[in-house]
């Protein structure tokens, strides 16, 4: 089992930056595959990014390729979320999750452990 807490959210204007951080307690970090996910008012929760257990390997959304990037430290037990360029669309609550497997594709039923959320809200 592995407790997870988001931090970072906040207000920023269309075209500016936010880091979100992921920090994980319990069991060892470096033994889950990593993701952010976020859900917006109204609509389902959609797969953002994920990482390999190493983080030798990343995937994203078509919506935030070039512009998120996903990292982790093992040794802070930390997952961080880097966002550039965002946009009004990209306002939602920010969900980290964890899974033991990597089997594709990263969809929330595959993560078994999640975090309570960070509100992003991007102003235009």
């Known amino acids: 089992q592995v407790q997870l807490v988001e931090s970072g959210g906040g207000l920023v204007q269309a075209g500016g930056s936010l880091r979100l951080s992921c920090a994980a307690s319990g069991r060892t970090f470096s033994s889950f595959t990593m993701g952010w996910f976020r859900q917006a008012p109204g609509k389902e929760r959609e797969f953002v990014a994920e990482i390999s257990r190493s983080g030798a390997q990343t995937t994203y959304a078509d919506s935030v390729k070039g512009r998120f990037t996903i990292s982790r430290d093992n040794a802070k037990s930390t997952l961080y979320l880097q966002m550039n360029g965002l946009k009004a669309e990209d306002t939602a609550v920010y969900y980290c999750?964890?899974?033991?497997?990597?089997?594709?594709?990263?969809?929330?039923?595959?993560?078994?452990?999640w975090g309570q959320g960070t509100q992003v809200t991007v102003s235009s």
């Open positions: 999750a964890a899974r033991y497997d990597s089997t594709p594709p990263p969809t929330p039923l595959r993560y078994r452990y």
